[in-house]
């Protein structure tokens, strides 16, 4: 079974997340903030992230160009998700490694859908 980290700091927008990925089957574990992420994926790398940009102690663009810039993370996914809707909040965060931007509110297909396909490489 594939394990999702999610990280999101709001804890409705997280238990959301959440149970909207391990109802299509996937193991997740979850982080409330950018530091806590990196700390869990040192213990457990995760085989995708979903992320969020806007959260305290480091945001999910810094989140994002450090697990891109290392070799031992650099190959995971990042699906980063987030309120910031516009052109360019989508461009910066591609621009910082994600390998998908979904923008809130999302239908919940959207983002099953992009995790899985992510997943399946």
């Not at 909207?20 to 990196?38: F, H, I, P, Y």
């Not at 700390?39 to 085989?47: A, K, R």
Request: proline share 5%.
């Amino acid at each position: 079974m594939s394990t999702v980290l999610v990280v999101e700091d709001s804890v409705a927008q997280r238990e959301m997340i959440t149970d909207l990925l391990r109802g299509s089957g996937l193991d997740v574990s979850v982080a409330g903030d950018g530091m806590e992420a990196l700390e869990c994926i040192q213990g457990h790398l995760p085989d995708i992230i979903v992320m969020d940009i806007v959260m305290p102690k480091m945001n999910g663009y810094e989140v994002c160009r450090r697990i891109k810039s290392d070799p031992t993370t650099q190959s995971v996914p990042v699906v980063l998700c987030s309120s910031k809707g516009e052109d360019f909040d989508r461009y910066w965060g591609m621009k910082q490694g994600a390998d998908a931007y979904i923008a809130k509110p999302f239908q919940p297909t959207e983002l099953v859908g992009t995790v899985k396909q992510l997943l399946r490489g």
